[in-house]
């Protein structure tokens, strides 16, 4: 069991990386239901940009997953050896089962809508799914921020959170995973990410997001 240090001398825990990937994913499921919805409107779709978009959504998809299964396996564990009492995660344990149910649904339209006949109507149901996802996602992080944030900077160790981070490593998409988080970090977050790296990863980072951009410019048509 984790011991706690006192308070007034404690370090906690930096949550940035989990707070930005939870901004990504409702930034991104709010963005793609908007482009699906006007794509049902009647906004050009050819066979390239279809192709892009199903491809990011089966990325955020995995993406979505990993974190929870990571939450799941690694956080929620530490979490309640460190505070025992003081958390309940039934809920969000709950949402996780609901939310990889509706990611299949959405895996499902993805496919659909890049190989439909009827464009129109296969962009009409993916953003029926995106705005469903969007609104459990939110329910969730909302949740999950108020309950567990605090947990956290009380309770868990850096040693353990650093079996988190590494826990959240693996498995994980880095050339999607990271220009994302470039993308959704604030000027702030951006320069502290940047520091925890080698000018190696830096480059290696630039490369990844110019790449990443390429395919921002077919999805936005």
């Known amino acids: 069991m984790t ?3 006192d308070t007034a ?3 906690t825990p930096d949550i940035t990386g ?3 990937a939870h901004r990504a994913m409702l930034a991104d499921t709010r963005r793609f239901a908007l482009i699906a919805g006007q794509i049902a409107a009647g906004s050009p779709c050819p066979q390239r940009r279809s192709a892009a978009i199903a491809e990011y959504l089966h990325l955020l998809c995995d993406s ?6 990571v939450e799941d396996d690694a956080l929620w564990p530490i979490v309640i050896a460190a505070a025992g009492p003081a958390v309940d995660i039934h809920e969000l344990e709950d949402d996780h089962v609901q939310l990889d149910a509706i990611l299949g649904k959405l895996r499902e339209r993805a496919s659909a809508f890049a190989v439909a ?3 129109r109507r296969a962009a009409t149901e ?8 969007h609104a459990l996602l939110a329910e969730h992080i909302a949740d999950e921020e108020k309950v567990v944030f605090p947990i956290i900077d009380r309770y ?9 981070e590494q826990a959240a490593k693996k498995g994980g998409n880095l050339r999607f995973e990271a220009p994302r988080m470039v993308h959704h970090a604030d000027e702030q977050e951006l320069a502290k990410l940047k520091a925890a790296v080698g000018p190696v990863i830096r480059l290696l ?7 990443f951009d390429k395919r921002e410019a077919i999805i936005a048509g």
């Open 3 to 5: 011991s706690t240090p």
């Open 9 to 11: 001398t404690r370090v």
């Open 18 to 20: 989990m707070k930005i």
């Open 64 to 69: 979505i997953h990993h974190h929870h299964t």
């Open 117 to 119: 006949g009827d464009r």
């Open 126 to 133: 993916l953003a029926e799914t995106l705005e469903a996802v």
């Open 156 to 164: 868990v160790s850096l040693d353990d959170w650093a079996r988190v």
């Open 205 to 211: 980072l630039n490369v990844m997001v110019r790449s």
